[in-house]
């Protein structure tokens, strides 16, 4: 029994590295008929990205692959999913380029963001990207489309864990030279230090979650979430955030016409319930309320 | 300059953790890496069996996946609690050794077999021919490709990052994060690593100097 275990351990580990492979389920998700309108005669005057988006004819959006309900690649047909994708897709739709056509996804890891817009690889980022002053001074912000903060998740039998001043000697993971590994320690909520687990990916954090290595995963309650609903019998979420994360829309830092013109349309989403309904077929469906963010157009 | 010195602490801390996971893997790695060559030129096909055995399996297997069986696998098999440090001393000594045994082995090969029939003629056992007359040898003629196999585990080091232990290859992620430029602070690890290589080299140019009249 062991040895099944552990060979099951070592491929899922070894499929979960080279990223071939991943846990959790991608719930199947997608907005509602009638979210993504393709809007006609869309033009971003100014705009050198939106230049070179319609010279292409295609948009090319960096996500995440690996954060289920938020940005997911399902590894057997290749498709997207989550919240983050669909508000890729309603931009995108609303800058005149058919979603299910004219996008091509493109993974980007959080530490290469910065480097991939500056470079232009990608014409605008979706992914659990916290709008900071430091990043701002590289790239540019629309948004913020969703307000996350740190949260903890645990197994769903667990009660010694509240919230962040209940873990002070258990083991808690997160992903490497992240801010919530930062936070952890910054603010001593876990010691000794090396009590702070840091991992690759949150998929291995909840595989050691599961398995009782670690006594808890730390990140935004987004994120969390998605690993909760994914499987809502093993797995909760505390639900006391502990900070205030504001997810953008990253892109070039020069454009201010396209960041206005993402920002009117984030606006209108949350006007005419595009938002509601792109909430309500992803993160939403972890049974959490979903709160508007306030736009910040600075 | 700018990102490095913001970031000092970062660098220090990072760059520590570094060199502690190579002091205590190199030397394991040469001590086990020693012990395999003796097993592989050993007269008992057992011994020799199980250091070849041990060698092929080890070299053909990537690091990670050696670092993904401690951190992931290991602890199924419910025998002793590693911390994630005391892990990656264990992957990189258990990868660096078979690497030290082929570079001590080929160093081996170098010396005469006179001098082994000739330690034997005299009544030497075989560990006393080994250590005393063999080993001594093979251990001079060695010291390039020694110090190679060293300065890759230097570099191996890295790959420790990606199960919690924070060393050098974690900077980049932690400097990304805290919104510095990652390809500023990459070249700076880069350059770092350079440094730390060349006391390496330098002892390398000392011993082949000491050590070349040896024979």
């Known amino acids: ?298 | 300059m700018g990102v490095l010195t913001r970031n000092l602490d970062l660098f220090v801390a990072h760059f520590g953790e570094t060199l502690r996971l190579f002091a205590f893997s190199a030397v394991i790695s040469l001590l086990a890496g020693v012990f395999l060559a003796m097993l592989r030129v050993s007269p008992v096909p057992v011994f020799r069996g199980v250091g070849t055995l041990y060698v092929t399996v080890v070299r053909n297997t990537p690091l990670t996946l050696v670092f993904v069986f401690f951190v992931f696998a290991y602890p199924y098999l419910e025998i002793i609690k590693f911390e994630f440090f005391t892990a990656a001393v264990v992957a990189l000594s258990i990868y660096t050794s078979a690497f030290v045994c082929e570079v001590v082995r080929s160093g081996i090969n170098t010396v005469p077999v006179g001098q082994a029939e000739a330690s034997r003629a005299l009544g030497l056992t075989f560990t006393q021919m080994l250590g005393s007359i063999v080993l001594p040898q093979a251990m001079r003629s060695v010291v390039p490709p020694m110090v190679s196999t060293f300065i890759a585990l230097l570099k191996n080091t890295t790959v420790a990052a990606g199960f919690s232990v924070r060393e050098a290859g974690a900077i980049r992620d932690a400097l990304s994060e805290a919104g510095e430029s990652t390809l500023v602070g990459m070249l700076w690890v880069a350059g770092i690593f350079v440094l730390l290589v060349m006391p390496l080299t330098f002892l390398q140019r000392v011993l082949e100097k000491r050590w070349s009249v040896a024979r």
């Open chain 1, 1 to 298: 029994m062991r040895v099944r275990a552990l060979t099951a351990v070592l491929l899922a580990g070894g499929l979960a590295l080279t990223a071939c492979g991943k846990e959790g389920t991608g719930t199947e998700t997608g907005a509602p008929a009638g979210v993504f309108e393709v809007a006609k005669d869309v033009k971003v005057d100014g705009s050198p990205t939106f230049e070179k988006i319609k010279s292409r004819g295609s948009l090319v959006v960096g996500v995440k692959e690996d954060q289920p309900g938020l940005g997911f690649k399902d590894p057997t047909t290749n498709k997207y999913t989550g919240f983050d994708i669909d508000m890729a897709k309603l931009i995108a739709a609303q800058l005149g380029f058919d979603p299910e056509t004219k996008i091509q996804f493109k993974t980007i890891q959080s530490a290469a963001r910065e480097q991939a817009i500056i470079n232009g690889d990608i014409d605008y980022y979706v992914g659990t990207y916290s709008i900071t002053a430091a990043r701002k001074e590289k790239v540019s912000f629309a948004g913020p489309y969703y307000v996350a903060g740190q949260d903890l998740l645990v197994k769903k039998d667990n009660t010694a864990i509240t919230g962040p001043d209940t873990i002070k000697d258990k083991k808690v993971c997160s992903v490497t030279g992240a801010t919530p590994a930062k936070k952890l320690r910054d603010d001593k909520l876990v010691q000794p230090d090396s009590n702070v687990v840091e991992l690759q990916s949150y998929s291995l954090c909840v595989t050691k979650l599961h398995d009782g290595e670690v006594d808890a995963v730390s990140t935004d309650d987004a994120i969390l979430k998605g690993y909760a609903a994914a499987e809502p019998d093993k797995l909760k979420v505390v639900g006391k955030t502990f900070s205030t994360e504001k997810y953008g829309i990253g892109l070039a830092k020069d454009d201010k016409a396209l960041r206005d013109k993402i920002n009117e349309v984030l606006e209108k989403s949350l006007t005419d319930g595009k938002w509601d309904d792109i909430y309500k077929n992803t993160l939403g469906k972890s049974g959490a309320e979903g709160k508007h963010p306030t736009l910040e157009k600075y």
